[in-house]
């Protein structure tokens, strides 16, 4: 993902409407190109204003907006690889009893 195309997602990494790849993926590049990250900065500061605006009770920390965001991507995408990895393995046993239960009924 190039800047270009990382700018142009910005609102609706914001409004939430990133596919889990496409989500993952602006994360990392924000993380490592600091004139995203600072555009980033730019736009959260001003949703959140939109957002205390409209008469939102809760307390906006300016200071660690741009983080709040990143961290919350990245545990999701943690939990997400945790889950597949754990049905990767679910898969694994059931195959593995599946087999076994074959080859017993075959062995009488
Ligand atoms: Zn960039």
């Known amino acids: 993902?190039?800047?270009?195309?990382?700018?142009?997602?910005?609102?609706?990494?914001?409004?939430?409407?990133?596919?889990?790849?496409?989500?993952?993926?602006?994360?990392?590049?924000?993380?490592?190109?600091?004139?995203?990250?600072?555009?980033?900065?730019?736009?959260?500061?001003?949703?959140?204003?939109?957002?205390?605006?409209?008469?939102?009770e809760e307390e906006i920390d300016y200071r660690t907006l741009v983080e709040d965001y990143l961290e919350t991507s990245e545990e999701d995408a943690k939990d997400e690889h945790f889950l597949s990895t754990y049905v990767f393995l679910l898969r694994i046993v059931v195959t593995v009893l599946l087999f076994y239960m074959i080859v017993r009924c075959f062995l009488g």
């Open 1 to 56: 993902m190039n800047c270009k195309q990382v700018q142009r997602q910005l609102v609706s990494y914001i409004n939430g409407e990133l596919e889990e790849k496409e989500e993952e993926e602006f994360v990392k590049h924000i993380r490592h190109c600091p004139e995203c990250y600072e555009e980033l900065e730019v736009y959260s500061t001003v949703f959140a204003g939109i957002r205390q605006l409209d008469g939102a």
